[in-house]
């Protein structure tokens, strides 16, 4: 909650100017470690060889403070093959890195205020993951060691390569959030330092009244995948193994206990976040709130801290006054001491979705992200964003369209504000 900082002009410049900019620190893709001694996890896909793919990593590794910055993880180098006719849009996480970088990129000369990077996700590891999850659930999926249920619950077939693609779905969540985390410690620190600074000289002039005050860089980070809301501690449904969201908040909290200190998920998937609404049961530093259609749950519906249901077929008119009210009341209530966001994007609430069930049109797609931008930027808090669902019938175009609109319209609002 501390953006607003007040600096002296007489402050030394050249202190300034050395402060404002940090040396980032990027999580690596590496092997996953094990839980037990016994038995290895090691990546199947080791290094990844960006040159001779068409993706091109672009990580910063100076951050300049004042700027807005916009970290975006992606994982469709963990491309699984799935059995013809399988009802998960695999390679849309690739489609839509696609469109996401090439829009971007275009687009980075004529915004050069905010500093944006596409990096691969890292593999989460069990350190992390246990946070959340059951060892055992953990030890069991790393090993293949599932009951048939088990793998028709989640509905993707086990393979070393799809453990991968999991670990790294919570990976880049977590390396998302921990880059806003670190940036923000060092808007902190550099708040604390000036403050120090000013004091000083505020006590040497006798004088404390020419006082700018100027405002750090909007914060958001992206991971071009994750959102699996479905998974529990133990158990895993509906195409999610592990949450990544809860994952990630659990390791910012533990890694970051100075920068945050209570997280909000905003999750506007079209179906529950019923898997993050129990994970989060009775820890009030985490609030859950879930907006979806009141007929489409893959299992028992789940108690968030705000669970607000649509029927089917909503369209625009009730969709948006309803997101309008609770984000309202959001805001004037809990937004006010979070000092994180999640923000779960899944994009099947659109009218062209196989599975969703509710009638929201492109336009009101945008809409529904822009309201979800000024809630951050008016809170201040750092905010990560993530895919959820969205599943294309016979033609792709819409949902694609949608999934990555979400992340190009997040670097254009951060260029417009
Ligand atoms: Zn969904």
């Not at 799935?82 to 090439?102: A, D, I, S, T």
């Not at 275009?106 to 990096?119: A, I, W």
């Not at 060092?186 to 403050?195: D, I, K, P, T, V």
């Not at 404390?208 to 992206?222: H, I, Y």
């Amino acid at each position: 909650m501390m953006t607003m900082l007040l600096f002296k002009r007489t402050s030394s410049f050249a202190n300034y100017a050395q402060r404002r900019a940090f040396q980032r620190t990027t999580a690596t893709r590496s092997i996953s470690t094990t839980i037990t001694a016994a038995s290895t996890c090691r990546s199947t896909a080791g290094p990844i060889d960006t040159e001779t793919s068409d993706i091109k990593e672009t990580t910063a590794n100076t951050i300049d403070l004042f700027r807005p910055f916009f970290p975006i993880y992606y994982n469709d180098v963990y491309e699984v093959p799935l059995p013809p006719n399988h009802r998960f849009p695999m390679e849309k996480y690739r489609k839509v890195r696609e469109r996401v970088q090439h829009a971007i990129q275009t687009q980075m000369s004529k915004h050069e205020k905010v500093q944006c990077d596409f990096t691969v996700s890292p593999l989460v590891t069990v350190e992390d993951l246990i946070t959340t999850h059951c060892p055992n659930y953990v030890q069991r999926y790393l090993d293949g060691n599932q009951t048939k249920e088990e793998v028709r619950n989640v509905g993707f077939p086990w393979s070393t390569k799809s453990v991968d693609r999991s670990l790294s779905s919570t990976g880049g969540t977590v390396a998302a959030a921990t880059s806003l985390c670190q940036v923000r410690r060092e808007q902190n620190s550099f708040l604390l330092n000036s403050r120090n600074e000013d004091l000083h000289l505020n006590h040497e002039n006798g004088d404390g009244n020419e006082m700018d005050e100027c405002e750090f860089g909007q914060l958001f980070s992206a991971h071009l995948a994750g959102g699996t809301h479905h998974a529990f501690r133990d158990r895993g449904e509906g195409f999610c193994v592990f949450s990544d969201i809860a994952v990630a908040a659990n390791v910012i909290l533990r890694d970051y206990p100075d920068v945050v200190k209570n997280i909000l998920i905003i999750d506007l998937d079209v179906h529950q976040g019923n898997g993050n609404a129990v994970l989060f049961q009775g820890r009030e530093e985490v609030i859950t709130f879930s907006m979806h259609c009141n007929a489409n749950y893959f299992s028992d519906k789940q108690d968030s801290d705000l669970d607000i249901e649509l029927p089917p077929g909503t369209t625009d008119e009730t969709y948006m006054s309803t997101l309008h009210h609770w984000l309202n009341r959001v805001r004037k209530g809990d937004a006010g001491k979070v000092d994180f966001i999640f923000f779960q994007a899944g994009v099947d609430i659109l009218e062209d979705d196989r599975l969703g069930r509710m009638s929201i049109s492109s336009k009101g797609i945008a809409r529904r992200n822009e309201m979800v931008f000024e809630l951050a930027k008016d809170v201040k808090v750092p905010m990560c964003i993530t895919m959820g669902g969205g599943y294309p019938k016979k033609d792709w175009e819409p949902i694609l369209k949608a999934h990555a609109h979400v992340y190009i319209q997040a670097f254009e609002y951060m260029a417009n504000h």
